[in-house]
């Protein structure tokens, strides 16, 4: 069964780094997202992106946040400059269809970002 | 305004009971989807109900949805020790089509 795979599963870096997390998502899904989960809390969107752009971005998506497809299959976040509180486990998420349109969304198993 | 407030915020059931979570939503949506997930795992999609429905069921699960409450439920029928997992309501927005939000989530724990 097709699934949505991300790497690294565990990293940590030290405050100030800039860390890159990839998913790669399924192969024939168009649209594209990344939430995140600080421990014990609740599922958090940061962005979306269809059709080679950003299609909506949360208030947490600041400057310090970017993302990119570079190659049609790679979805990459990118966090230029890491914070003690972006501590937390990132997930990928793809689907088919737009969340209006009934999309129903395929995670991947999460990249747990840990900022020292 | 937060979308998808789930309650209880956790059920601890003997298994074979069956268990009732709740979900309520602020704005219009197009559709509500129920997800799980197991600890440290990814979310798997469970169940999604469009606005013009009213009752859903796939397998042990039952939704239903009532617009002018904004609200749902998500029963699980007969549970089982394996059913333990937090489980999320997520909409969208009515007219959007980019992005679900996600309530904070049910902690459901049956006991074997």
């Known amino acids: 069964e097709p699934e949505v795979t991300q790497t690294p599963s565990h990293q940590v870096t030290q405050m100030g780094q800039e860390v890159i997390l990839r998913c790669v998502p399924i192969?024939?899904?168009?649209?594209f997202y990344w939430y995140r989960q600080i421990l014990g809390q609740k599922v958090e969107f940061l962005v979306s992106?269809?059709?080679?752009?950003?299609?909506?971005k949360s208030e947490i998506f600041d400057d310090q946040f970017s993302v990119e497809r570079p190659d049609g299959s790679n979805f990459t976040l990118k966090i230029r400059s890491t914070k003690l509180e972006d501590s937390a486990m990132y997930f990928c998420?793809?689907?088919?269809?737009?969340?209006?349109?009934?999309?129903?969304?395929?995670f991947g198993e999460g990249s747990r970002l840990t900022v020292l | 305004s937060q979308q998808g407030e789930e309650d209880p915020q956790a059920l601890s059931i003997q298994e074979g009971e069956n268990a009732t979570m709740n979900c309520s939503y602020k704005?219009?949506?197009?559709?509500l989807q129920w997800y799980r997930q197991n600890s440290g795992r990814g979310l798997v999609h469970l169940i999604l109900?469009?606005?013009?429905?009213r009752e859903k069921h796939s397998g042990r699960l039952r939704v239903t949805l009532d617009t002018s409450k904004k609200s749902s439920s998500l029963l699980i029928t007969a549970s089982r020790a394996a059913d333990t997992a937090s489980y999320f309501c997520?909409?969208?927005?009515?007219?959007?089509?980019?992005?679900?939000?996600f309530g904070k989530g049910i902690t459901l724990s049956v006991r074997p």
């Open positions: 192969s024939n899904h168009l649209y």
């Open positions: 992106f269809y059709n080679n752009e950003i299609s909506e």
């Open positions: 997520a909409t969208d927005k009515d007219g959007a089509n980019s992005k679900l939000t």
């Open positions: 109900i469009r606005s013009n429905e």
């Open positions: 704005t219009s949506i197009n559709n």
């Open positions: 998420a793809s689907s088919l269809r737009g969340s209006g349109n009934a999309g129903e969304l395929f």
